[in-house]
């Protein structure tokens, strides 16, 4: 991983869920920084993400301080003093505001944050900062993750070379409207806040909210894109702005290979599967059906077992939103073998060739609907016996 000028980071073993394991994390940012941030959409969203919203509209964080381990949701009132609390030590230490801090949580949901084993971590988080921290930093923040996801790019905005560095963790409780992860993106550009915070929303569109593992959407999730403006350029302010396409790319690319990496990380997962669907009236339907392919139980498991029962596949597009839909005028691809077409088994079909797709690890299904232009694609995973037990002994 490149270093990000004017970032510093650390990750320490505080003993939240297991010992010696990294599970705090330490962002350090330059004065001056710009800070854009998406959260979760669900109703229940946990404590951390309330006070990490709340002080990011009052100022550009000096801190971000995340914990692997525990959610702090569904915690109530004291979740919110517990995350309070931490933020103050923080404070205290370093010297900053309360409000300079953004903390962040993310594991079991429930149960009450171990305040002071966090408190205890924190002398060790301040002391550690560098640099070079982004790998432990990666693996900081890990739950059931097998394996960090990190990505590092540069790019050329004008004549300025810029370095965006990013790490997420994700491996289930995964769907769109943010998914159970966590993102954490830098570069040294100077960017507005407000040109920031569009960048950001365009690139999670278009790459986290495009993955789906099982349909549920995590209490937790968060991205986070800081901009530190170490680099010696002009702020970037305009969208008009030539450098901005150039910033929006490499910002997208990073968040797109860190939702790819997560999941390929599926929980038990063995297959990678692109759901393409093409020739909609909108984006819209055409994501809606993605998705409903990609959710479905017997589709995923079809493609544990290596099993071309494109019969599944049909059925879950026959139950997507998606009005009037003629069948007649469907065709289904499973990578370069045609299985459906004109809304019936293709005449040039066999099991056999449907069998050898079925037989890669990456797949892509693609759908054309023959009623327009637009279209969207999603990634998601099969799956398997090692889904049910990851998720049956989290808790053991």
Known sequence: MDKVAGVRLSATAAGIRKADRLDLVLFEIEPGASCAAVFTRNAFCAAPVLMARAHLATRAPRYLLINSGNANAGTGEQGMRDAQACCAALALLSGCQVEDVMPFSTGVIGEPLPVEKIKNGLAAALQGLRAGGWDDAARGIMTTDTRPKAVSKRVHLGNVECVINGIAKGAGMIHPNMATMLGFLATDARVAPA????????????????????????????????????????????????????????????????????????????????????????????????????????????????????????????????????VARVTIWLDDVCIVRQGQRASDYTEERGRAVMQRQDITVRVQLGRGDAKARVWTSDLSYDYVRINAEYRT
């Not at 986070?224 to 150039?246: C, F, Q």
């Not at 819209?284 to 990609?294: G, K, V």
């Open 195 to 326: 040109l920031l915070q569009r960048c950001l929303a365009e690139a999670v569109d278009d790459s986290f909210h495009c993955i789906t593992i099982d349909g549920d959407t995590s209490t937790n999730d968060a991205c986070v894109l800081i901009a530190s403006g170490a680099a010696n350029m002009p702020v970037l302010a305009s969208a008009d702005d030539a450098r901005y396409a150039a910033l929006r790319e490499a910002v997208g690319d990073v968040c797109r290979e860190l939702a790819q990496a997560i999941v390929r990380d599926a929980e038990g997962a063995t297959k990678f599967m692109t759901i393409e669907v093409t020739e909609g009236r909108d984006r819209e339907e055409c994501r809606a059906a993605a998705t409903t392919i990609a959710l479905s139980p017997l589709v995923k498991t079809a493609f544990f077992a290596s099993d071309p029962n494109w019969g599944r596949i049909l059925a879950a597009l026959g139950r997507a939103p998606l009005p009037e839909l003629d």
